[in-house]
C-alpha cells in the first residue's frame, strides 16, 4: 500500500515517527510482535532463527498493510544451554518482556496484537501470559505459532515421499527457508547426517521433554546433547533445498495474511458476560 504522496506505506513500527504510529492508532491498526530465539540449528545453519521470524513478519506486515513490532531475538530454550553461543530468558523473563510489550500496547487503546512466534517452546509462557491478559485486561491475543501452521498435507506435498519426517532441529523447516532467505551464512561444508537418538534413564529420548516406554511419552528434563551432539534432533537434513523453503515461506505468509483478515473482522475484546470474544 501507497500513502497519497505516493509513497510505500510503513509497515515496520521502528521505521516510524511517534507523530507517524499516533496516526495509525485512529484506525484500529493490528500489531505483529514477532518473538523468535538465539538457539543451535545443528552445523549448517547459524545461530539467529529469529532473523527468520523477523523476516518473515516483515513480508506479512507489508502483505497485510499492519505493522510489525520489532522481534524480540531472545527466548526460553532451556534445553540449548548445554550448546555455546544460545542466550536464553529464564521462563519469568520472557513473561514479563511479554506482558510489558503487550501493555505498552494496550494502555494507549491498541487491541488488535497478535503473537507471531517463531520459537516453538516460547508457547507454553505465553499461554500463560496471555491467559493473564485475558483475566486481567479483558483482552483476547491471538498466537500464532510460525512453524506450526504446516499440515501434514503441506508436508507431504513440499517433501514428496518423506513428508512431516523431514521436520526436525536442525533440519526442515528452518534449513530450507535459510537457504531461501540467507545462503550466504550457511556452512554446507558442515553438513553431517542426523544421528540415532540417545537415551536417558536407559530410555530412548522424544524431543525435548520426554523419554518413551512402552510406547508411551514419560516426561522429563532432555537437553539437547541428551539426544545427540551435533545439535541435529531429528528430521532429514539432506532433504532441505532454498526451493522447499520458498515454499515454506510462502504458505507461512499467506496464512497469517488470510487469518490477519479474519482478525480485523472481529472484536477481541472479551464479553465479561459471556467471556467470548464479539
Not at 144 to 165: C, F
Not at 197 to 217: E, I, M, Q
Not at 245 to 253: F, Q, Y
Request: with cysteine.
Amino acid at each position: 500500500m501507497t500513502t497519497s504522496a505516493g509513497t510505500p506505506r510503513k509497515h515496520l513500527l521502528k521505521d516510524m515517527t511517534w507523530v507517524e504510529f499516533r496516526e495509525r492508532m485512529a484506525e484500529d491498526p493490528i500489531v505483529l510482535l514477532p518473538f523468535g530465539s538465539q538457539e543451535e540449528q545443528g552445523p549448517v545453519a547459524p545461530m539467529g532463527d529469529y532473523m527468520l521470524t523477523e523476516i518473515l513478519a516483515d513480508r506479512i506486515a507489508e502483505a497485510a498493510d499492519v505493522i510489525a513490532a520489532p522481534t524480540v531475538p531472545f527466548g526460553y530454550a532451556d534445553y540449548f544451554r548445554t550448546m555455546p553461543g544460545g542466550i536464553q530468558f529464564r521462563p519469568e523473563t520472557f513473561c514479563h518482556v511479554l506482558e510489558d510489550m503487550c501493555e505498552s500496547f494496550l494502555d494507549h487503546g491498541v487491541n488488535r496484537l497478535i503473537i507471531f512466534n517463531g520459537h516453538s517452546g516460547n508457547y507454553p509462557l505465553i499461554e500463560q501470559t496471555l491467559r493473564k491478559l485475558k483475566r486481567e485486561r479483558g483482552i483476547l491475543i491471538p498466537c500464532v505459532n510460525v512453524w506450526r501452521v504446516l499440515t501434514a498435507a503441506d508436508w507431504a506435498s513440499i517433501h514428496e515421499g518423506l513428508g512431516i519426517k523431514a521436520m526436525g532441529h536442525g533440519s526442515d523447516p528452518m534449513t530450507s527457508v535459510y537457504m531461501h532467505y540467507y545462503p550466504d551464512l550457511l556452512r554446507m561444508d558442515l553438513a553431517q547426517p542426523k544421528q540415532p537418538r540417545r537415551s536417558l534413564l536407559g530410555l530412548p529420548t522424544v524431543g525435548f521433554n520426554a523419554v518413551k516406554f512402552n510406547g508411551v511419552d514419560i516426561n522429563l528434563a532432555v537437553d539437547v546433547t541428551d539426544c545427540c551432539d551435533n545439535g541435529i534432533a531429528g528430521g532429514e537434513p539432506a532433504a532441505s533445498s532454498a526451493e522447499a523453503g520458498a515454499r515454506i515461506s510462502k504458505h507461512i505468509i499467506d496464512f497469517t495474511v488470510e487469518f490477519l483478515e479474519h482478525f480485523r473482522t472481529v472484536d477481541p475484546r472479551v464479553d465479561r458476560g459471556t467471556e467470548s470474544a464479539g
